[in-house]
């Protein structure tokens, strides 16, 4: 059985060094460790669903595991974050989460660390999901979802939020309705409207985001929320930017979607 890792924030290192006696560890080294805390970038995979359009492969299989090229789609991600520089993740399961759970375990042979949060709360939609793992999560990490594949640069994303300090960063892409309904209209560098089958946009949501932990927290406990209102409660603070990425993303929700994947990969 693969054991839960709480991720330590740097609120958390931070208080552990407090505690030490001056000569055990200098000013400069406590630094230095909570920079590197702090610039480990994370990433929390949704994939939890249960892919009922891709019925009947996913009948007896998750989504995430169906084989492409031999390999799972979850792993095709896994490797795509670590040229990225990414060997933190946190996987958000629910249906079928043993077959997931099996194949990575701690993500150790993969060169990634891979933390799980409990599949019993994939109830809670995907807002609730991301809540019920806090435990697990950095100060700040990406989002994306478990049927898509990204080939951006993930480290730029995450510098263009870390210059903005906004609370919130979505990935977003000129879509004018091509590959799905766009849903997303950006203004002055933030995003403005969120809002499926919203009249007049030309932008759609990448599928990936950035969160501040700060956010997490906010929400209430134990109620189902999707994160579409996460999101929403940012636009009106104006704490959502948008970062607009010029690459097409690849998704395996749809037979159509798992065809284009399967005919870039090969």
Not at 134 to 161: C, H, N, Q, W
Request: proline share 4%; with cysteine; net charge positive.
């Amino acid at each position: 059985m693969t054991k839960i890792r709480t991720f330590p924030t740097s609120e958390k290192i931070e208080n552990v060094l407090s505690r030490l006696p001056p000569r055990e560890v200098s000013g400069f080294i406590r630094d230095a460790i909570i920079e590197k805390i702090k610039s480990e970038p994370q990433v929390v995979i949704l994939c939890g669903g249960l892919g009922t359009r891709l019925y009947p492969i996913t009948k007896k299989t998750p989504k995430s595991m169906i084989l492409i090229n031999g390999k799972p789609f979850l792993l095709h991600q896994v490797e795509l974050l670590k040229k990225n520089g990414i060997r933190d993740i946190v996987l958000c399961v629910g249906h079928m989460a043993d077959q997931i759970k099996n194949y990575f375990g701690n993500g150790s042979k993969f060169g990634v660390r891979i933390s799980y949060g409990d599949p019993k709360n994939a109830k809670y939609d995907m807002g609730g999901v991301i809540k019920s793992a806090e435990k697990l999560l950095a100060d700040r990490f990406f989002i994306m979802y478990g049927d898509s594949y990204l080939p951006i640069d993930f480290r730029k994303v995450m510098d263009d939020f870390l210059i903005r300090k906004k609370k919130g960063l979505m990935a977003v892409w000129k879509n004018f309705d091509k590959y799905d309904k766009s849903n997303v209209d950006v203004k002055n560098g933030l995003v403005t409207v969120y809002n499926n089958g919203a009249p007049g946009t030309t932008y759609i949501d990448y599928g990936l985001s950035i969160l501040d932990r700060s956010v997490i927290e906010q929400m209430p406990n134990k109620t189902k929320f999707h994160l579409g209102e996460v999101f929403k409660a940012l636009i009106q603070k104006n704490e959502l930017t948008a970062y607009e990425v010029d690459q097409r993303f690849y998704e395996i929700g749809s037979f159509d979607g798992l065809k284009d994947f399967e005919g870039m990969i090969s």
